[in-house]
């Protein structure tokens, strides 16, 4: 997985002549290289890595039109390149990438399941949320979250819940769940809308709910920018614990992208270490509550290359009751600068509530 790269050019974007020199494209090989070495120094005796097996293509089509698949696997074995104009782009090494990136979420869900009580984590690059059914997106090829949830279906679970928490909308998720009641989506991020007409249609919004049997199950939560620690904590009290605790998953899958934080150069929210400390404890929460315990994190987003061990961390923290005091930072947060609009996060969510509200009956759960 970190042999997949990218195209260099102005930021995402191709090369062009108003930026001097090309740079590196942001999903670099380091986010998940200090995600590693940050979770090896912190929990050197708890640790353990699974070298994870690619993902065939029965799983993977599970999820993705044959079509593209073949599509992507002749495109990455004549070398790449950015695909037409958009952010995404590969290398001759992407398609391979992809492949254990997806067999790592499948690997988590079944650990979920399999009664250890571990911890799985699938610390998967390429991301996959953005991922739709047939095409790449938002620098996604498959979408990992969805393949892991279709391996549960198939292993004979009712009922799989996929929390979103990646600033950026789980467009691709959505899609392939979209007219589906055995797998709820709840997806919280910016309202960055959608970013092309043709290939990436979804805007993220409220009323985006499902279709026919999945009406009511895709629960979209847009943000206003600058939502930080408390608004992340009020998402979970107001939303995500009651309908996630209504739908009563047997298994809890994390799109875990830590690119919320108050640094990242892809999104406008301000959650710290601390506020994913907590995301981290309320998930584990929740997972005890209605799953019996059996949840997995897979890694999404995140693109400041130094926050997202920190963010990453304190996810950790959350999930494990554990607090690590880190040489020079304590258990503080190096990017935490920022007041977060209250009122305004506070209003945002309060719409979600009311819109919602039609679809999943709080007072049952709460
Ligand atoms: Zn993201």
Redesign the pocket.
Known sequence: MLDHEPPTGAYKFPSSPIVAEDEPHPDRRERVENIRAMLEYCFPDENRYVEPPEADHTEIERVHDPEYVGWLETFCADGGGRIEDTATGCNGATADAARYAAGAAIAAAEAALDGSKTVPYALCRPSGHHAQPSCADGFCFYNNAAIAAEAAVAEGVDRTAIIDW???HGNGTQAAFYDRDDVLFVSAHNDHGSWHDEYHPQEGSLDEAGRDEGEGYNVNVPLPPGTGDRGYDRLFERIVDPIVSAYDPDLILVSS?Q?AGPADP??RNLVTRDGFRNLGARLRTLAEKTADGQFALIQ??GYQTSHLSFATLGVFEGVLDRRIDLDHYGYDDPFGRFDEPTALVDEWLEEAVEYHGQYWDWDSVT
């Open positions: 990646d600033v950026h992208g690119d892809n999104a999404e987003g």
